[in-house]
């Protein structure tokens, strides 16, 4: 918005440059005073000037005399000059005799009289230039009073050039003033019409117009070849001011049409830079003359209010829906182009009207809050802390956290500690990082959660304090969390930094990965969930190998993996001697894996063969993945890895057994995965309701089955509520998402993840201060424009010492420093959190 | 006859051959012996020659008056063994806990017997090979194109003996006193020699030349019972706590300073000593007069022909006679040994004490030969600690880093972390490094940025001065721009004669950081290594060129730089803004949402959640960042939409009201750095 604002600002002033840039003598006061000898030699020809006379003030002109020379300013950008002639005592001239004159104020042109204003017309500024415009621009601004004038006029236009016409309730206002401005600047492009006639704007086909206000139209009467019928007009829906008129008139000459064949993301009109949206007809070679007959009728249809742009798909490859002909780009930065497929073409004008009347309401609330955001400026948000982490951590910093059950280690203690138990767990983390002292607290509950379990110590290490036990234990990352076995190996966490997969991950990792199971009794009682007890609360698929003696590579690998896998998953190992029972129970022959999930009973049997460790971890990995899983916060990472979309059913709740039944029959009729099948409970899972809000902006009806390409486009879909979620209603709806017949509800934001606030610019305040510093002379790049110092108006010495000084003066009385600002820094801490609730 | 024949012609065959070592360093100082424990370390071919039968023997004389200068600290209130040694000025750096000095001595000024005792217990319990008794008294090239340098070198001991190096490490320090040579300069006392015997000076009026340390530490012994002491030296004095350099005149010798300035007889003086003369009368007392009067008369008639200034100018300053000048003006470098072909020349101005260096501490005449300890002192001489051990430790570390790779194809060590942990890792350095608090502006870190800023290299404590060089002195690539860690002074805060006590002399806000004048670290970016042009061209009393950005952490009174919101968030987002990224941490619910709701993640998730290590966070905690409003609670909303938000927003503007209004500065809330 702000980049739009620039371009608009830019151009006017531009234009006012362009104004103001006719030479005017130059005077350091606006208003001269000369006597009427001295007045009368001065006029050149072809300068307007104003004058007005007078033998001494006179307490009535008083007022008068202060807004003519307040007007001086805004004459002089049109190279008029305002004269204040002073008549002697004895003068009885033309101008200064009579007493009539002085009550009257004069326009001359050169040396002749354009006009004479009674004082009573100029009452402000507003009617002193727009009556000296009116004036001096009698040519290019037609004052008309009936229809039939205005007709004449605009038949002698068509097939020339266009016109401007504009009611104005009366003269000598701002919107006479606006008029005038314009017609000062525009008045050789296009002819102006001036009317105050209000039955005139009722005649020209306004059924009910608010004579009230002033209003301006453009009629396009340069392509208008029919003489009989009248130039087709577009209103200016804004107030007539300067910068409102100048927009509309800008708007007015650009292509009706754009013709497009370059990306579209890439195309800017002067719509889009004057913060209008551009509406893009795509078309193709065999419907071109239609195409672009409906982009000039919907173009004639949004004049003023976007831009519409001709797009020839066989130019330009777009990867959207064939189906697609219409798309939609706004002039926020940032926002991706939306296409669509549309019916006819009122849809497309209602599209960019409702948008623009949403924008509109949008765009008032969004001023009012620029305005706080500015005060905000003022205060820095810089120095607000944004970070969610750092913050919680530093809220939360007055608890004394319960730490009794964690042993604290030092450089002295660590490696005695550990000999001591038979795991010692050990957490590394820095007293002054959010992260650390976040997972500190999880380990505090996980502490908690073990109180009293034998064999397990929960020890932390300040690396803070001793950095050098943590160097040598090869910790370069805080937290780290490390289970050493007495004696043994040491283990890294590598899981979430959660409470209960933490504990969990302590728990499972007490037995040996994989365990190995002596008796078919013992490999029975694994599967069931049985064995080893102290499991039997925390696991959930429990994976048994099955070998034969024989196989014993099979079985180095897929020990190696349970020591990769251990802490993650439950892994038991069976050496079949005896009768080859559990093969022939589950129908494997070794080498296989048994897995056996938890709640489900069912053991799916899987044949190995020459697997690596690596890949025998992946696929044990692969193979915990549950067919429709409920997604969770902390389960979604393993999902994502499959780099496939994802098909997810909200659901506020349990999903309905019918809903279950049939997703599960979809997922598994898939055997390849060609996408992930999920749920997700809002109840449990509440940010879910976040996930919905971005794609829907607002809530909708729950349970909603909706498609997302995660990985490639991002686009979602969501499946049409009326039909029911069934196994071959959604497998039909994927068959047309696949060929393009869908639309998506939205897209996923590419928008990559940019510094959230600007830094302190010490460079540039560095230089500011102390522009003797050499700094950029030795700047080689031109990437680095080397700022140079600011220009001291004077130009001397005793200028550029003014920097320092005020820096100095800065450093006492800027509040903050030292502990002076400590009472106002603290107040100043309450403003956190005021802002920053967007990520 | 025979056999002593036989033993004669052995002796000389042995003398002829060269003992060849990869590394010679000369010297077992402190320098020396902390470069011979790194060689140990690596397992290189080295020696060290030590002319004396102990090592530092130069401890065993001076100081005179046996108090070293060095701070010994022995509590800090912190048990993080890298931070004591910011306040430990004596130790080595080894890995042995038992070498450190607080060990040896609890006095905050120990002892220098002390320290020749630690030197001897440093070399033996780390078995490092000195070779005692042996004097090198000629150092010489021997070309060869195998060489690693293109030469080798030639030592000769005083049984010349000669031995071979590939390298040559001179740990010689600065141990020729510097004299001055005038008329009378043979009734000088050296600081060498004179008596540190009080008594010896009872009653007697003193001239000491010099003004450095030990010619304080020289007044300060005396100072009770002499008649008076003036001090004559050619500049001002130079306060160590003003210029921030610790080899000025530190706080403990400065007891003249105050009966000058009191009047109790004492008195400095300002003049250059070599327009001086020293004449001695018939009562043995020496007189002060100019070269001047000598040069004009033409025989020597005795002192009464003499023309002192006080004949012409009767209130002369120094017209009394005093009974003992003592010399006291510092030590120089020993050229003597070097041959020609060496080129080791003497520094410029007032660094001509010294050997001419590199900053890599590479001789500018010699390639392969490197100076370490106090006479490489000439790289920071006046501005950090590079003459002194607390700062020659870390220096000497950074040439056998160099030579590692050099010579053996070691690279600089370094860590390689992922971007997340980039504010981390600068955090923990500036709060704990010593190397870069003691060699401020002069080593610095350096973080090497890889390809699209997902991963960096932290390389420690690198000589800044050869910025230039890096890639090719470290044997590490830094294609992708680099961040330097270094700290620094104010600039213009440090001198003789300013007034480093001004009000307001301390910055707290870091947006004001910039203007800290307290040693503070100071992190630059460069989107490319800088070339040699470039460090060349830069700003005089710049230790780096112009950065294509820069950061400072703002001061802090108690060196902890570890506050979230003054130290840490500006820091964050000073690297978010070079390196063009999102560098906030986020609870695993963010990233969950951010996973299913945008294309690309932020690093944190990226490299934490995606990889299944998300931050979980307690309850506690994510109720907290609600309350802060850096994180949705989705559960609270439910249908009814936005309202725990507006809420939210009411609860804050009553406090809203409070902080925009101006408060003034508190008058009792005065700077406690005052006091």
């Not at chain 1, 229809?147 to 206002?173: C, H, W």
């Not at chain 2, 002192?377 to 003459?387: E, L």
Request: negative net charge.
């Amino acid at each position: 918005m702000s980049a739009q604002m620039d371009t608009w600002v830019s151009s006017f002033s531009f234009l006012l440059f362009c104004a103001s840039s006719i030479p005017t003598r130059g005077s350091a006061r606006l208003l001269q005073e000369l006597s009427p000898q001295e007045y009368f030699s001065s006029l050149e020809a072809g300068r307007a000037s104003l004058a007005y006379f007078s033998h001494n003030v006179s307490p009535g002109a008083q007022p008068f005399l202060e807004q003519i020379e307040n007007s001086a300013e805004a004459l002089q950008d049109y190279g008029i000059s305002v004269v204040k002639v002073n008549c002697p005592k004895e003068d009885v001239s033309r101008y200064c005799g009579k007493e009539n004159a002085l009550r009257k104020a004069y326009l001359f042109r050169g040396n002749m009289l354009i006009r004479e204003f009674p004082t009573d017309a100029l009452f402000d500024i507003n009617s002193i230039v727009a009556n000296v415009l009116f004036a001096l621009l009698f040519n290019e601004v037609k004052y008309v009073e009936t229809l039939a004038d205005l007709q004449n006029i605009e038949n002698a236009l068509k097939g020339r050039s266009n016109m401007v016409f504009a009611y104005v309730p009366a003269t000598g206002t701002a919107e006479h003033r606006a008029v005038m401005e314009a017609a000062f600047v525009y008045g050789t492009v296009h002819q102006f019409v001036l009317t105050t006639e209000a039955t005139l704007l009722k005649d020209t086909g306004n059924a009910e117009p608010d004579v009230s206000s002033a209003r301006l139209f453009f009629c396009h009467c340069q392509r208008a070849t029919d003489l009989a019928q009248p130039c087709g007009r577009t209103a200016m829906g804004q107030a007539l001011t300067m910068l409102n008129i100048h927009r509309h008139l800008k708007l007015m000459g650009a292509p009706l049409v754009t013709e497009v064949a370059e990306d579209p993301e890439k195309v800017s009109t002067v719509h889009l830079q004057l913060g209008l949206p551009l509406v893009f007809i795509l078309s193709q070679k065999e419907t071109y003359e239609a195409d672009r007959r409906t982009a000039e009728f919907v173009a004639w249809q949004l004049l003023g209010k976007a831009g519409v742009a001709l797009l020839s798909r066989d130019l330009v490859d777009l990867n959207v829906l064939l189906r697609s002909n219409v798309a939609l780009k706004t002039p926020d930065e940032g926002v991706p182009i939306k296409y669509l497929v549309l019916e006819d073409t009122d849809e497309v004008i209602t599209l960019v009207e409702d948008k623009s009347k949403v924008e509109q309401i949008q765009e008032a609330e969004e001023e009012e809050e620029e305005e706080e955001e500015e005060d905000e400026k003022e205060n820095n948000n810089q120095d607000i802390q944004d970070d969610q982490v750092v913050e919680a951590v530093s809220r939360d910093k007055k608890r004394e956290l319960p730490l009794e059950q964690i042993l604290v280690l030092t450089e002295e203690t660590f490696h005695s500690a550990l000999a001591e138990t038979a795991r010692t767990v050990v957490l590394f983390y820095a007293s002054w990082e959010a992260v650390s002292l976040a997972v500190l607290r999880s380990y505090a509950e996980v502490a908690d959660h073990l109180k009293g379990t034998r064999g397990v110590l929960l020890s932390r290490v300040n690396c803070w304090d001793w950095p050098g036990v943590c160097t040598k234990e090869n910790v370069t990352q805080f937290p780290t969390i490390k289970i050493y076995e007495k004696g043994e190996r040491s283990v890294m966490y590598d899981g979430m930094w959660g409470t209960e997969e933490l504990t969990r991950f302590i728990m499972l990792s007490r037995v040996s990965c994989p365990l190995k199971l002596a008796t078919i009794e013992e490999a029975e009682g694994y599967l069931r969930g049985e064995f080893p007890s102290e499991l039997s609360s925390y696991q959930h698929t429990s994976v048994l190998g099955v070998f034969s003696t024989a196989t014993s590579e099979a079985r180095e690998a897929f020990e190696e993996a349970g020591n990769i896998l251990s802490g993650h998953v439950t892994m038991g190992m069976y050496s079949e001697d005896d009768g080859l029972a559990l093969s022939r129970k589950y129908a494997v022959s070794p080498p296989a894996l048994l897995l056996a999930r938890s709640g489900g009973g069912s053991v799916e049997g899987i044949a190995l063969s020459e697997e690596s460790t690596q890949d025998m971890v992946r696929m044990i990995r692969y193979e915990l993945l549950d067919i429709f899983p409920e997604i969770t916060v902390l389960n979604l990472p393993r999902y994502l890895q499959l780099q496939k979309p994802f098909l997810i059913l909200f659901s506020d709740g349990d999903v309905g057994q019918m809903e279950s039944k049939e997703m599960l029959k979809l997922a598994k009729g898939r055997p390849q995965r060609a996408f992930v099948a999920c749920w997700l409970n809002l109840k449990k899972t509440p940010v879910g309701r976040g996930v919905l809000k971005t794609y829907f902006a607002t809530l909708p009806s729950l349970p909603l089955l909706v498609w997302v390409n995660l990985h490639a486009g991002g686009q979602v879909f969501k499946f049409p509520s009326e039909q029911a979620i069934t196994e071959l209603n959604v497998l039909s709806w994927l068959e047309k998402l696949k060929a393009g017949l869908e639309i998506p509800s939205s897209t996923l934001s590419e928008e990559d993840w940019k510094p959230p606030l600007p830094a302190y610019d010490f460079l540039q305040m560095m230089e500011m201060a102390v522009p003797e510093l050499p700094l950029h002379t030795s700047g080689r790049r031109g990437d680095t424009p080397a700022r140079s110092p600011p220009e001291s108006p004077g130009g001397d010495t005793s200028t550029r010492e003014e920097p320092s000084q005020e820096t100095k003066v800065e450093k006492v009385t800027s509040p903050g420093r030292d502990l002076r600002g400590t009472a106002l820094r603290l107040a100043a801490r309450e403003k956190q959190g005021k802002r920053h609730s967007e990520l | 006859l025979g056999l002593a024949l036989y033993a004669g012609s052995l002796c000389a065959a042995s003398r002829a051959a060269f003992l060849y070592h990869d590394y010679c360093v000369i010297g077992a100082g402190p320098s020396g012996l902390q470069v011979a424990y790194f060689l140990q370390q690596a397992s290189r071919d080295y020696v060290v020659f030590e002319r004396s039968h102990a090592p530092g023997s130069f401890f065993a004389l001076y100081p005179r008056h046996r108090k070293l200068i060095s701070i010994n600290k022995q509590y800090t209130g912190k048990s993080n063994s890298e931070f004591n040694l910011r306040h430990d000025w004596n130790s080595l750096l080894s890995h042995d806990g038992r070498l450190l000095f607080r060990r040896y001595s609890r006095d905050f000024f120990p002892k220098a017997d002390v320290m020749v005792r630690y030197l001897e217990d440093f070399a033996s319990l780390l078995k490092l090979r000195v070779q005692y008794n042996t004097a090198i008294v000629h150092v010489t090239l021997e070309r060869d194109e195998q060489a690693w340098n293109g030469h080798y070198f030639i030592l000769t001991d005083q049984d010349r003996q000669n031995y071979k190096c590939s390298s040559l490490l001179v740990a010689t320090g600065t141990w020729v006193p510097n004299v001055v040579n005038f008329p009378g300069s043979e009734y000088v006392e050296g600081y060498e020699t004179v008596s540190i015997n009080p008594e010896d000076f009872s009653g007697q009026a003193v001239l000491i030349l010099g003004r450095g340390n030990s010619a304080f530490e020289t007044a300060e012994n005396i100072l009770g019972v002499t008649n008076f002491i003036h001090m004559v030296s050619r500049s001002r004095v130079r306060l160590s706590w003003a210029t921030h350099y610790v080899g000025d005149l530190r706080a403990i010798n400065n007891g003249l300073l105050d009966t000058y300035q009191l009047k109790s007889l004492d008195g400095l003086l300002e003049g250059d000593l070599e327009d001086l003369a020293i004449v001695k009368d018939k009562k043995g007392k020496l007189h002060i007069t100019l070269r001047f009067y000598l040069e004009n008369r033409n025989t020597s008639t005795g002192i009464d022909s003499i023309t002192l200034p006080q004949d012409e100018l009767d209130n002369f300053a120094t017209r009394a006679p005093y009974d003992r000048v003592i010399r006291c003006l510092g030590w120089k470098f020993d050229f003597s040994i070097y041959n020609r072909s060496l080129r080791m020349m003497p520094g410029k101005e007032n660094k001509k004490k010294y050997p001419q260096i590199k900053p890599s501490y590479e001789s500018r005449g010699t390639r392969g030969l490197f100076v370490l300890g106090t006479a490489s002192h000439s790289v920071d001489f006046r501005k950090s600690a590079g003459g002194f051990i607390h700062g020659f430790r870390y220096t000497t570390r950074a040439v056998h880093r160099l030579l590692e790779n050099r010579h053996h194809g070691v690279p600089w060590p370094s860590t390689v972390y992922p971007i997340t942990q980039l504010t981390n890792s600068i955090i923990k350095r500036v709060n704990e490094a010593s190397g870069l608090y003691q060699m401020f502006s002069v080593l610095a870190d350096i973080i090497l940025l890889r390809e699209n800023a997902t991963s960096f290299e932290y390389l420690e404590e690198y000589p800044v001065g050869v910025l230039a060089e890096l890639e090719m002195q470290t044997g590490r690539k830094a294609p992708n721009g680099l961040f330097v860690v270094i700290m620094e002074y104010g600039r213009n805060f440090s001198g003789a004669d300013k007034d480093v006590f001004y009000y307001n002399r301390a910055v707290g806000e870091a947006q004001h950081a910039w203007q800290s004048n307290f040693l503070h670290p100071v992190i630059y970016y460069y989107k490319h290594l800088p070339t040699e042009r470039e460090m060349r061209l830069r700003p005089p009393e710049w230790s780096l060129p112009r950065p294509d950005a820069v950061h400072h952490i703002v001061e802090d009174f108690l060196t902890d730089w570890t506050a979230p919101n003054a130290h840490i968030l500006p820091l964050r987002r000073f690297l978010e803004n070079c390196l063009s990224t999102d560098l906030r941490n986020f609870f695993a619910e963010s990233c969950f949402l951010f996973a299913f709701t945008r294309q690309k993640l932020p690093p944190f998730c990226r490299q934490g959640y995606v990889r299944m290590q998300g931050l979980v966070g307690s309850e506690g905690l994510r109720r907290h960042a609600v309350e802060a409003g850096l994180l949705e609670d989705y559960a609270l909303t439910d249908s009814s939409g936005d309202r725990a938000p507006d809420t939210h927003k009411e609860s804050q503007d009553p406090l809203l009201g409070d902080h925009v209004m101006p408060v003034r500065p508190l008058q009792h809330l005065v700077n406690a750095k005052d006091e």
